[in-house]
Structures are given as C-alpha cells and as structure tokens.
C-alpha cells in the first residue's frame, strides 16, 4: 500500500509539474506522445523495423539490390520518366542541389514566394550569386500562373522558375501545372520544391513539364528525416551541362553515374534506405492516388470541423498536406500549441516567422488517418473551451463524421440517420 501511495503521490507531482494548476487536479496520467506536425511525420511502424537491418555495406550487392529497387520504386510512386536521385540531406539540401547542379552565378531566375519557404529559395539564389526577381504574394496567397506568364514574357533572359507546389508554412498550394504548362513553352527550366506537395496533391511531374521536383524522407514518406530526393528532366540535365557553379559533396552527375551501377557518391544513409524501400512498397500497394485522396479528406474534415467551430482557415487557396487555422480573435495560438503538448502529448505546429502566434498548423500528409482527426479536433474543442472560447462539445466532430460518413458509408445506411 505504502508503494501504491508513494507511486500516487510521485504521479501527482508530476503532474503538477506540468499542469500548474492548483484548482483543477489533472488525473489523465497516460499520455501517448503523438507527432502529428507536417515533418517530421509519424512513422510507418514497418519501416521504422527495416531500419533496424542497417548493418550492411554500402559496396555490396545486398546493398545495390536494396538501392536499385528503391530508385526503380522512386520513379514509380512519382510517376515519371525523368531520373530519380537520393541524396543524404534534410529537403533543403535538395534545393541546394536543385540549384547549384544546374546554374550558374549571375543567371536571371524568377522565385514565387509565398510564405517561409518561398522566402528559402530566395536565400539560396542569394547565396549562389544568382539574380532573382522575386513574386511575392502576401502569406496564406499565392502566386498566380498570370504572373509568371508575364514575367517570363517581360523577361526571355529568365533561366529557371522557382515555386513551392505547397508552402507548408501557409497551408497554400500553387497550380504547378498551369505554371508548368507556361515554363514549358520557355527555354527556361521548372523547378518545384514538391517536398509537401508529393503525396498530397496530383502532380504530373512529365505532362505538366515539372523540369527538377524535389522532395523529403520526413514527409508524405512517412520515415525520418535525412533524406532528400530529386527528379530531373532531360531539359534541366540540358541546362547542367552549361552550370559554372562550383559544388562537390552534391554532384547530381556524379550521383546518376554511381545510381546506373546501384550505388551513391558517398556512404549513404543505409538506415533511412531501408526505412524508404518498406514505405515506397506501401505506399505502391494502396496507389500514390489514394495517398494523395486520403490527405485531401483529411483537409476536407479538418476545413469543415474549424469552420463549424467558428474558426477561419488562413490561406486563401489552401491545399492538403497541412491546415494552417486562425485562433479566435485575442488568442495566441502558441497557447493552443501549448496546450495540446501539455494536456494530451500531441505535437502540433504553431505558424513560422512573424506567423507565430497567428495559426497553428494541422498536419495530414503522408501516415494520418480519421483516427488522428476525430481525437485532434475533440482535443481542439476541449482547449478551445478551457482557455476563454467555449465552443458546443461535438460539433467539430461531427463535422468530421459527416465527411467520414459521406466518403466511406453507402447511402442506404445514411438514409435511416438523423445526422
Ligand atoms: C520541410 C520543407 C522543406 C525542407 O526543410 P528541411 O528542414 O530542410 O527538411 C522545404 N520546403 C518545404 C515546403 C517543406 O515543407
């Protein structure tokens, strides 16, 4: 009994270490930690296993099968033609690459910036020595395929077109393919920083002329950071052949001649390789389509749910991969944030820059199912509540309910209900 007491009283410390609030004793003692932020991503549990085979060498022929089948298996998912490369980075290091392999210091380029990683784009042009005219469009907007018309109209010197297929600091997605359809016709090269937008929005990568796309492990990809990809197209292996810049670790040519033989440059990241071959073998299994269509549900729900709380989504055009959501009016959305970290262990993100305090961002890219949703917005509800903003308990879930229901319940079973 006395250790019975003793535990009892240490939990209650605890959790007055993290609930420091004297009138209302907190008694949800278990906490699973959830990381539901758009990257890192939660992790699909078989390849988190597959890492665990990593004691192999780089120079072997288990190696170069696991190698070439994840490239071969790259291309698939994507959908193109063109040459899919891995290199061992975080997503901007393949922007870098995207750059460095393919330009030259002082070449005109055009950047849409649209939120924090439009503004990356921008900071890479600078430091490569390239002169970039910039398209700026106020955070939660987007650029128009009009404006980039115009500009590269204005502009025949302009080689390469920069874009986020989706700005994950705003919740916005670009029409890519109506921008791809007007860079096509130029003799400049197409770049998407597609790192949130594979696996949450169609994407075209050869009909749409999406020249270099690059993308992240910590993604829709659903393993651990450490890896970024890139796809190119013969257009921009065109334009690399004129590149001055200098580079060495990231030499996408020397990477495609080690990739023909199923190895890389350097010593890869074995771990996230193996991690990458389960996770592309499911993601192959359930259709890239219907990884595409589960985000875009899952948006649809979550957009339905915080209007039905009274609360406003910030983008103007906004896409799948995350919901970046107002808090209501004198609420800071850190404290929202705060809150879900503290209550319930869920992670979730607040808004970047001079965004922070003024959204906070729901994820549902890549390993997200209604399961997620349903205990997110119930959770939101509760905090929404307790902290000044009392909303009718169940009314955002059941705006969930009502898209679950529409999406995966056949009308017979409806017909009988009072939703
Ligand atoms: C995550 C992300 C990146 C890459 O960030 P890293 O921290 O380098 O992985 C780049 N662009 C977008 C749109 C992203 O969401």
Known sequence: MAAVAQAVSLLSRESSRLFPCPTIPYRMYIKKQRLLTPGPTPLLPAALHAMM???IHHRTEDF??????????????????????????????GLEAATQNFFSPGDETLVCCAGKFGERWVEIMKAWGMKATVLKARYGDVVAPAAVEAALAANPNLKGVFVQASETSTGAAHDVKAMGEIVKKTKAIFVVDAITGIGTMPLDIDGWGLDIIVGGSQKAFMIPPGLAFVAISPKAWALAETSTAPRFYFDLKKEKKNAV?????????????????????????????????NAEILARATRAAVTELGLVIFSSSPGSSVTAVRPPAGMDSGVIVKEFRNRFN??????????????????????FDFHDLFALIAELELILTANGYPVKFGSGVAAVQNVYAEVAMPQAVLAGTNR
């Open 261 to 293: 033989n199923g190895e890389s440059a350097w010593t890869p990241n074995t771990a996230l390789l193996l991690a990458l071959g389960e996770a592309l073998k499911y993601i192959k299994n359930l259709g890239m389509d219907k990884l595409v269509a």
């Open 346 to 367: 869920a992670i979730i993100t607040n808004g970047q820059g001079s965004m922070k305090g003024e959204i906070f961002r729901i994820a549902h890219l890549g390993y």
């Open 53 to 55: 085979g990593s004691d």
């Open 64 to 93: 170069r099968n696991l190698y070439r089948q994840v490239l071969a298996d790259l291309k698939e998912v994507l959908g193109t033609s063109n040459d899919v490369l891995t290199l061992v980075a975080s997503g901007s290091g």
